[in-house]
């Protein structure tokens, strides 16, 4: 069962920082979660929301803020003073962090996101030889459809906010090989659970942090947990 880190072990360091995943690849992760957005002169950084408020120092959308004014901000003092001054990671920074042989990457294409962006963050990817240990996600469907035109080698997921109808065929369209539903749904719809693994495509729910809920997960069938207890998961799978 994969135990893939969400936004790094972002249980004991700032999310989506270098830190972060420095410290899930020590604690075990086998898969490391990062989402990325581009700056407004098309530099890809590693950031969760659409704005830069909750976790630096800054205010503004990421789209609108160029890569010079992202790179002058403090990432890492709203988790803890001990982590002052850390910044928000470019793409690039956490490519060179995770190149050595490792964990694989499950890496998240925020929207908004051009042809012209997805294709620079693809690129991105296969310069640091990093295909065959990516899988690509997002909740739009539109974005997964430019990963697929510009780089059909590369493994695609489908993000849900919830198994909806149109789940299933959209798995199908898309061809992926994972689809990520929250925890609440693959407890509560073991159906489209079982549809999705019947036809080879892995489930692996967000956000898992609750340690009673782990067995019953695991039970459903599902292949990996995105969970902020890396650790923790570590050794609770090795305990199974």
């Given at each position: 069962m994969h135990n893939v880190a969400h936004r790094g072990y972002s249980a004991v360091a700032p999310e989506n920082t270098l830190p972060a995943f420095a410290a899930a690849v020590r604690a075990g992760a086998t898969l490391i979660e990062f989402d990325?957005?581009?700056?407004?002169?098309d530099v890809p950084v590693v950031i969760h929301d659409r704005t830069v408020d909750r976790t630096t120092?800054?205010?503004?959308?990421?789209?609108?803020?160029?890569?010079s004014e992202v790179a002058a901000l403090d990432a890492g003092a709203w988790f803890s003073p001990a982590y002052a001054g850390v910044r928000v990671p470019t793409?690039?920074?956490?490519?060179?962090?995770?190149r050595a042989p490792g964990p694989g990457l499950l890496l998240e294409i925020k929207p908004p996101a051009t042809l012209s962006q997805v294709k620079t963050i693809m690129e991105l990817v296969g310069s640091y030889g990093l295909?065959?240990?990516?899988?690509?996600?997002?909740?739009d469907p539109e974005v997964i459809r430019l990963v697929r035109e510009v780089a059909p080698a590369v493994r695609r997921g489908l993000l849900r906010l919830r198994f909806e109808a149109d789940t299933v065929?959209?798995?199908d369209e898309l061809d992926v090989v994972c689809c990520n539903p929250s925890r609440a749904d693959v407890l509560g719809d073991?159906?489209?659970?079982?549809?999705?693994?019947?036809?080879g495509v892995e489930v692996m729910p967000w956000t898992a942090n609750d340690m009673t809920e782990w067995p019953s997960l695991a039970g459903a069938g599902i292949a990996g947990l995105i969970t902020d207890r890396v650790a923790e998961l570590t050794g609770w799978s090795a305990g199974r």
């Open positions: 990325v957005r581009t700056t407004s002169d120092t800054g205010q503004g959308h990421v789209w609108d803020l160029t890569y793409l690039t920074a956490t490519l060179e962090l995770l295909v065959d240990r990516t899988i690509v996600q997002s909740f065929p959209l798995v073991p159906a489209t659970v079982a549809s999705l693994t019947g036809r």
